[in-house]
């Protein structure tokens, strides 16, 4: 195949193209770069695609201007938010507003801290009921739990990882006071009908675009098409600080209460209104993230031209199924490149043996969820606790725990793997092929698998 960079269109066609291709083909002549000599695996002794002493670039982000506005802040002696109406936190959240194509910001100590504060800025409480997905960190739900409201797990759209719109709304009861959608590894969900569904039953909308920095859906950024959107910038997102987070929205009056919330309840005003955490970002986090938005497209648009060329390279592939994107998707921030791995295309070998196979290549996948949400402890023990039973009936516990079945999280937990994408896929066009060449190997010796 001709190496060349993609556009933004070709990115999609051949993303979205990926998932039928993959599964339409059943022989090799899709593939590009290698050929049925491609050697001995090297778990049996071959040499690797690539040398393990040959680095990917590294993550978190670091340069020099990331340093001097650490060592400027820490001079400063302005560490908290509240010494400076001009100080770093309020800076970045200009700054962050305008990148997002938001007018306003607030900026929060952690993504879950963020979530958390959108719930109780919408007077989500006791006996309320939030819907979102079972596939997601365990902040997702937390930021439910911590408002002692009951997160109710809907099932998956299993080549896309997001969650099913249409099993979202079979969820929706007289309690449920919103959706908490997910775009799970920076792509966007269906938020088109996610939205439609929240308009029908009259439902308050909070993107988790934790993962999802500056990727676009039908003509705007992730976080700005719900009137909340909420965002993490731990250690390996794509802008990161090593724990913040933020809340971007156009409402100025729900923005404001935002903020009240996250001030431990005290308003810009001044006064002390409503319960309320102290969840305010400090000023080290800022000075970290402030620099980081000067190059931050730069280092999104090339994840995606290299995302494109990785996903043109393993078109064909059976049995690889890269992430299904849905219509409207323009980019995607590429936090993780996830595909889905299908062993009865691959001889039936396991998926423990397809990524140790790949491990030996020098290629180091891994699956990212081990188990979906519905199959954690804290399900029993929430539904065994004093606050919950005397928030909800006996029968809707019993209702509860019954119809929390999630058979599609269930198949993605066990197919998915993935490249952690915010240093590796900053890498060159060889780093990609690395990639490619490496699964593509594995499958010409897919029946040596069920040996290692």
């Known amino acids: 195949m001709k190496r060349r960079d993609l556009t933004r269109r070709q990115f999609i066609a051949a993303a979205s193209a990926s998932s039928i291709a993959a599964v339409a083909s059943a022989s090799l002549t899709g593939y590009a770069g ?68 938001a007018r306003f910001c607030v900026a929060t100590g952690s993504g879950t801290q963020a979530l958390h504060t959108c719930v ?8 309320d009921e939030v819907i979102t997905t079972p596939y997601t960190d365990p902040g997702t739900i937390q930021a439910i739990l911590s408002a002692r409201a009951l997160p109710v797990l809907a099932d998956l759209d299993p080549a896309s990882y997001q969650l099913d719109p249409d099993d979202a709304e079979r969820r929706i009861t007289e309690n449920t006071r919103a959706i908490m959608p997910v775009h799970m590894m920076g792509q966007p ?20 675009a934790a993962q999802a920095h500056l990727s676009e859906y ?60 102290k969840y305010r970002m400090n000023e080290f986090q800022a000075a970290v993230l402030l620099p980081q938005l000067l190059g931050a497209q730069e280092r999104f648009q090339r994840r995606n031209e290299n995302a494109a060329y990785l996903t043109s390279r393993l078109k064909g592939c059976p049995g690889i199924l890269p992430q299904k ?20 295309q691959w001889n039936g070998a396991d998926r423990s043996a397809f990524l140790k196979a790949l491990e ?23 539904l065994r606790s004093k606050v919950y039973q005397k928030m909800f ?32 896929l900053l890498g060159t066009r060889s780093d990609m092929d690395d990639i490619a060449d490496a699964i593509l190997k594995v499958y010409e010796n897919r029946d040596r698998l069920g040996s290692i």
Request: hydrophobic share 35%; charged share 25%; with cysteine.
């Open 34 to 101: 290698l050929t049925r000599t491609a050697g001995t695996l090297a778990v049996l002794g071959g040499e690797p695609v690539r040398n393990k002493n040959k680095p990917w670039p590294a993550w978190p982000y670091v340069d020099e201007r990331i340093v001097d506005s650490v060592v400027k802040t820490t001079r400063s002696g302005i560490w908290c938010r509240i010494q400076s109406a001009s100080g770093a936190v309020a800076a970045f959240e200009k700054e962050y507003a305008k990148l997002m194509g």
């Open 120 to 127: 109780e800025a919408l007077g989500i409480g006791p006996g």
């Open 189 to 208: 969900c269906h938020l088109e009908r996610i939205m439609a569904i929240a308009r029908k039953h009259n439902l308050a909308v909070i993107e988790d």
């Open 218 to 277: 039908q003509g705007k950024k992730l976080g700005t098409i719900a009137p909340l959107g909420c965002f993490s910038f731990q250690a390996s997102k794509t802008i990161a600080c090593g724990e913040g987070g933020a809340i971007v929205g156009d409402d100025e009056a729900l923005m404001d209460k935002c903020y009240t919330v996250h001030n431990h309840g005290t308003s810009r005003r001044g006064r002390t209104e409503v319960i309320g955490p």
């Open 325 to 344: 994107l849905y219509q409207g998707t323009a980019s995607g921030s590429f936090y993780i490149y996830a595909m889905s791995y299908k062993k009865e």
């Open 360 to 382: 030996a290549e020098g290629l180091s996948l891994s699956p990212y969820i081990g188990h979906g949400l519905h199959r954690e402890p804290w399900v029993e023990n929430i």
């Open 393 to 424: 009936s006996p029968r809707r516990l019993r209702q509860y725990r019954d119809e929390l079945n999630c058979p599609n999280c269930d198949r993605v937990c066990q197919e998915m793997a993935m490249v952690w994408a915010s240093g590796p």
